[in-house]
C-alpha cells in the first residue's frame, strides 16, 4: 500500500465551479498535511498546511482534515483557468520528511 | 522572500560524465533534500541531509551521492551519468521549528537534466 494515495485524475471542472481533491494516508502518527500545485514544468509551490482535525481556509481553498479516517481534501472554490495545474498532497509522518501522492492533475474548462 | 536556488534550470550532460548538481538555501534551514521527478512516478526522494557533514540515503540513492560542507549548501553528485538518470531534479529545505510552514518544505525551481 502507497503512503500516500490520491483520487486519480484528470479532474476536469467548468470555470466557476468547485474542484474537489481527496488524499488518504497510511501512517497513523502523521503530523501535519500539505497541499502543493504544480505547474507544467515549474516546481512545486505550498498552498495549504493543516495539521488539526477539522477544515482551514484560505482564499478560495479550504483543506479539511480527518484523523480518525487518514484522510485530507482541498476543494478549490470558484475554480479559474489558473488552478490548472497538478496538485500534490504530502503527509510527514514522524520526521521531517514527507511523503507525496502522485498528484491529481486538475483542468478548469472556460 | 524564502528562497531556495539551483544553479542550472537545463543540462545536457553526456553518458559516463560525472555531474554536479547545486542547491543553495538562504533560509537558514537544517533541512535539505534532493528528489527526482518522473512522469507517472511522482517525486521520489534520492538523499537528505539534516546538518552539516550529515547526509542519508533516501529511497533511490542508487548511483548518486551528496555532499554537505556548509549549511546554505547541497550537492547532489552523479558519479557517472546514465540515459536513465534523466530526469527533473527538485532541491527542497525545510525547516525543523515551527516558522509558520509546519515543516513543510520550499523548493527550488528545478533543474531538468538530460542524459544522451
Known amino acids: 500500500q502507497k503512503e500516500v494515495e490520491q483520487n486519480s485524475g484528470p479532474l476536469s471542472v467548468p470555470e466557476g465551479a468547485i474542484a474537489s481533491l481527496n488524499c488518504t494516508y497510511s501512517?497513523?502518527?502523521?503530523?501535519?498535511f500539505f497541499w502543493y500545485r504544480q505547474y507544467s514544468g515549474k516546481s512545486p509551490e505550498l498552498i495549504m498546511f493543516?495539521?488539526?482535525?477539522g477544515d482551514k481556509e484560505d482564499g478560495r481553498f479550504t483543506a479539511q482534515l480527518n484523523k480518525a479516517s487518514q484522510y485530507v481534501s482541498l476543494l478549490i472554490r470558484d475554480s479559474q483557468p489558473s488552478d490548472s495545474a497538478t496538485y500534490l498532497c504530502?503527509?510527514?509522518?514522524?520526521?521531517?520528511?514527507?511523503?507525496f501522492g502522485a498528484g491529481t492533475t486538475v483542468t478548469v474548462r472556460a | 522572500d524564502v528562497k531556495v536556488t539551483q544553479s542550472s534550470r537545463y543540462l545536457v550532460k553526456r553518458t559516463g560524465e560525472k555531474v554536479f548538481l547545486e542547491c543553495v538555501q538562504d533560509?537558514?534551514?537544517?533541512?535539505m533534500f534532493w528528489y527526482r521527478q518522473d512522469p507517472g512516478l511522482g517525486l521520489r526522494l534520492i538523499y537528505f541531509?539534516?546538518?552539516?557533514?550529515?547526509?542519508e540515503k533516501g529511497d533511490i540513492p542508487e548511483g548518486y551521492s551528496v555532499s554537505r560542507e556548509k549549511k546554505e549548501r547541497f550537492s547532489l553528485i552523479l558519479e557517472s551519468a546514465s540515459t536513465n538518470q534523466t530526469s527533473m531534479y527538485l532541491c527542497?529545505?525545510?525547516?525543523?521549528?515551527?516558522?509558520?510552514?509546519?515543516?513543510?518544505?520550499?523548493f527550488g525551481s528545478g533543474t531538468r537534466l538530460t542524459v544522451v
Open positions: 527542497a529545505s525545510s525547516s525543523p521549528l515551527p516558522r509558520g510552514t509546519a515543516y513543510g518544505y520550499t
Open positions: 501512517d497513523r502518527g502523521s503530523q501535519s
Open positions: 493543516i495539521y488539526s482535525n
Open positions: 504530502a503527509v510527514r509522518p514522524v520526521d521531517y520528511k514527507l511523503s
Open positions: 533560509m537558514d534551514h537544517e533541512n
Open positions: 541531509s539534516y546538518d552539516v557533514k550529515m547526509k
